[in-house]
């Protein structure tokens, strides 16, 4: 892993994830969050602090990154639950069938290699009076700036850490046997190819 890698991505990614927008896009989501969570892609540990602590009893992380989980020092330093983390990607969870009450992903699925992997352990991992809550940025619905998703894909996926700019977001939820509830979508403030938001809970 190069320096880029191991230092300036990190940060950049840290920065344009915790951005205004975003930020307010976690806390539509993250808050609904109940008992034992799995959150896929904790990253840097931009969601603990929308954690509502009298609803959870603990997260699991799951992300393969040392080195934006170092970043997350003084978030998990701030809360009063337990965190663990799992230093894997999404598509192959070592956890037991029916571990989590909630699992969360926010901004992840563009990265995972494999999605629908991901998502099909996600269903495993999940309780069956659980659900999955989630925010994504994806495909977007006016088709000219999708196809410009798909233009600059190559490009950005290199920069941006393997982040896909425009994968369908219910489409991958439904190749993996998920049902979306509540499914809200739009664009948020910023640039409208990266800024074409997927929100909602899945069972």
């Not at 603990?48 to 080195?67: E, F, N, R, W």
């Not at 926010?106 to 989630?134: K, Q, W």
């Amino acid at each position: 892993m190069g320096f880029y890698s191991r230092h300036i991505l990190p940060r950049c990614l840290d920065i344009a994830c915790g951005v205004g927008p975003v930020e307010k896009q976690r806390a539509k989501v993250v808050p609904q969050a109940r008992g034992q969570v799995v959150e896929i892609g904790i990253g840097s540990g931009l969601n603990l602090a929308h954690y509502d602590p009298s609803q959870i009893t603990g997260v699991i992380g799951v992300d393969p990154d040392d080195h934006i989980w170092a970043r997350s020092t003084e978030r998990r330093a701030a809360v009063d639950f337990p965190i663990e983390r799992i230093g894997l990607s999404g598509e192959s969870i070592p956890l037991d069938d029916k571990t989590a009450d909630t699992v969360v992903v926010t901004y992840s699925l563009c990265t995972i290699p494999d999605p629908v992997a991901a998502l099909r352990e996600m269903r495993r991992i999940l309780r069956p009076d659980g659900e999955i809550l989630f925010c994504e940025h994806g495909k977007a619905a006016d088709p000219k700036i999708s196809r410009w998703q798909s233009r600059i894909d190559p490009v950005w996926k290199k920069i941006a850490g393997g982040c896909h700019s425009g994968r369908d977001i219910p489409a991958l939820f439904a190749q993996a046997d998920l049902t979306i509830h509540d499914l809200k979508q739009g664009y948020i403030p910023g640039p409208k190819i990266l800024g074409y938001n997927y929100w909602g809970r899945a069972t």
